[in-house]
């Protein structure tokens, strides 16, 4: 069984879905603090099965001590933790308690329960402002502006040394560039809470009606058209790298870092107008000041994740735009809509030991 922190996210839904798919048994402990359960009943919908969930917090060490004691853990994937980088700012303890701290009581119980095989959802973030295009792993890591990018260096830092004190441990640091798009079948998806952050959920909220137009941050960048540049990887390609990942741990020990990206860059521009070619209709947008903290551009090299793990991104633009267009239009306010079907199982545990 897969331990699955933050499982009822964005990310952690999807990968929840493929390992469902792939045949594994799913424990999700999410405290649902950014989600909501329903997107799990609509992974059961999707895969026939229902993953196991605790509504629970990951700092809460008694109830992780519980859970490995219960449940047939091998291996964790731990998506929890917070991301908005503009409330990192606001509430930097917040983050680091999370992110940092979850992090640490998490492989603290894992260490006691003799489970030692965890992949950790990082982000590009730690590699700063990298002068040289595209970023490969033995990049040095960089200054990350804000609490939330501080966060996850200091959480890599943290895997690291624990790693090295102990042989035993199995670690994959998988850098994210910038996921975006939703499963195929339009039923599970981002749904960010309040006003989005990034790019795409935005665009999708203007392109629905809920917001008036896009603010493009920054039209005077040294790229070709003067917007920023990102690796857009669509989330399900993302999750597979998950899987192949946590398979490779079984081979490997120690830390191992892999960019999870496509290779390929894509300024604000051209997503408007691939989106607006997606969606069929126009994307009002005005040209704003830049957005403190962004920087100009950045992409991956994912060479390495394919040399190791045999897994590179399938899904171009146009697919990753269709998806996440599919997902936002049929569900405009996310999973705020009533959902009829509730298959998923909530696990006896869960009233007795949640915070
Ligand atoms: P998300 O907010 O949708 O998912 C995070 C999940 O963790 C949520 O379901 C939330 O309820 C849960 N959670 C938060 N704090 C918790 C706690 N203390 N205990 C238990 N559950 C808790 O975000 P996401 O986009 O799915 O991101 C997943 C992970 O990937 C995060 O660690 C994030 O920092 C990292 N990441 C995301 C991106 C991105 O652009 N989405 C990029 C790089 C890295
Ligand atoms: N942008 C706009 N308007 C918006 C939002 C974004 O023009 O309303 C621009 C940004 O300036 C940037 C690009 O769109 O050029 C992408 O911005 P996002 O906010 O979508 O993504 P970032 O690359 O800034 O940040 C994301 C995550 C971070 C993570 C980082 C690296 O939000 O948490 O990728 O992984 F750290």
Known sequence: ??????????????AVLELLLAGEEVLVLDNLCNSSKTALDRVAQLSGRAPQFIKGDVRNRALLQALFASYPIRAVMH????????????????????????????????????????????????????????????????????????????????????AESDPRWSIGLLRYFNPIGAHESGLIGEDPNGVPNNLLPYMLQVAVGRRKQLSVYGADYPTPDGTGIRDYIHVVDLVKGHLKALDRLEQVRGVSVWNLGTGKGHSVREMITAFEEVTGRPLPHVIKPRRAGDIAQCWSEPGKAWAELGWRAEKDLVTMLADAWRWQSRNPHGYAEPQENTATSSAPLSTALAS
């Open 1 to 14: 069984m897969i331990l699955v922190t933050g499982g009822a996210g964005y990310i952690g839904s999807h």
């Open 79 to 162: 998506f929890a933790g917070l991301k908005a980088v503009g409330e990192s700012v606001r509430e930097p303890l917040r983050y680091y308690e999370t992110n940092v701290s979850g992090s640490i009581t998490l492989c603290q119980a894992m260490a006691e329960a003799g489970v030692f095989r965890l992949v950790f959802s990082s982000s590009a973030t730690v590699y700063g402002e990298s002068p040289v295009m595209p970023i490969t792993e033995d990049r040095p890591t960089g200054t990350p502006t804000n609490p939330y990018g501080q966060s996850k260096l200091m959480a890599e830092n943290v895997l690291k040394g624990l």
